[in-house]
Nanobody
Framework: QVQLVESGGGLVQAGGSLRLSCAAS????????MGWFRQAPGKEREFVAA????????QYADSVKGRFTISRDNAKNTLYLQMNSLKPEDTAVYVC?????????????????WGQGTQVTVSS
């Protein structure tokens, strides 16, 4: 069984930075693409960023492009999301996910396993 555990969330002022981590266990981490999604109160879950199996391919939502960077360390079975220049509208629960594919995928239905999420709150 796959387990994904996020960490690194918290409260930060607008303009600040946070680095999220997602530790994976129970499956060959490096075999599949991974992604980050987020869900704000009263809103639907939305795609944030995704990375291919070995990290050569990445894709970002327009709203975070240029501010967020997704990366992975397959030796440590860990996925990261570096978030810079945070805005109040970035406030959400951030969830990492493991897909069924090796290439970058951006829709939730392509992901098989999900973490519980970590709260990110950006104050103005």
């Amino acid at each position: 069984q796959v387990q994904l555990v996020e960490s690194g969330g918290g409260l930060v002022q607008a303009g600040g930075s946070l680095r999220l981590s997602c530790a994976a266990s129970g499956r060959t981490f490096s075999s599949y693409a991974m992604g980050w999604f987020r869900q704000a109160p009263g809103k639907e879950r939305e795609f944030v960023a995704a990375i291919s199996r070995f990290g050569y391919g990445t894709q970002y939502a327009d709203s975070v492009k240029g501010r967020f960077t997704i990366s992975r360390d397959n030796a440590k079975n860990t996925l990261y999301l570096q978030m810079n220049s945070l805005k109040p509208e970035d406030t959400a629960v951030y969830v990492c996910a493991l897909s069924r594919y090796t290439a970058v995928v951006v829709t939730a239905d392509k992901y098989e396993y999900w973490g519980q999420g970590t709260q990110v709150t950006v104050s103005s």
